[in-house]
């Protein structure tokens, strides 16, 4: 049960509800750009640099009405666009998702990073979750079920919190491929680099 605040108002008023009939007509890639592109957010399909997002001051941004096969969704950039916690609902059969921005959001937190880890583990690659102010260490860890993650940018005041670091250093040791972008670790005595290893 959802108590209603300052949060659901915020969901509310970007209609930011999953539409069963936008997926059936669209597919999953195409509904989730025009979801997130409708609201502010970018998107870059796959076999394509141009990101597409909307122009300021029109309500057109040039993605298709109708499905269109083979158009797969290959990175969203959805900073700052407002998106909460049922607006992941919409992020639904995206097999092709390798990057995902949702810097500066103030609704992802613990629970919204513990969803993404279930939803995403094998396909995103690249995740921004730099200024989230509401996400803590507990959050991070669950980040350990990405296992094809290879770049997490966090930044911050969290990343000045030795938990928060000893979370990040965790997952790095967890996945041998993944850099964390934007924290410094605490630095041993006889640990020059920072890397807390002797």
């Not at 915020?10 to 979801?35: D, K, M």
């Not at 997952?171 to 640990?191: A, F, K, M, Q």
Request: glycine content about 10%.
């Amino acid at each position: 049960m959802h108590l209603k605040g300052d949060w659901w108002t915020s969901c509310l008023a970007v209609g930011l509800w999953y539409v069963p009939e936008r997926h059936q007509i669209l597919g999953s890639n195409l509904a989730t750009a025009h979801f997130v592109v409708a609201r502010g957010g970018a998107v870059r399909f796959c076999g394509s640099e141009e990101w597409v997002r909307k122009k300021e001051g029109e309500d057109e941004y040039g993605l298709p009405h109708t499905y269109v096969p083979g158009m797969l969704l290959e990175a969203v950039d959805a900073s700052g666009m407002g998106l909460c916690y049922e607006g992941l609902d919409n992020f639904v059969n995206l097999q092709h998702l390798r990057w995902l921005g949702l810097a500066g959001s103030s609704h992802v937190d613990d629970w919204f990073l513990d969803r993404i880890s279930s939803q995403f583990q094998d396909t995103v690659q690249h995740l921004d979750i730099s200024d989230c102010a509401n996400v803590t260490e507990r959050g991070l860890c669950a980040l350990y079920r990405m296992s094809a993650l290879r770049t997490l940018k966090v930044r911050g005041p969290a990343t000045l919190c030795q938990e928060f670091q000893l979370a990040c250093l965790m997952l790095e040791e967890i996945h041998c491929g993944l850099h964390v972008e934007g924290v410094t670790y605490l630095s041993l005595p006889d640990d020059p680099d920072g890397r807390g290893q002797p």
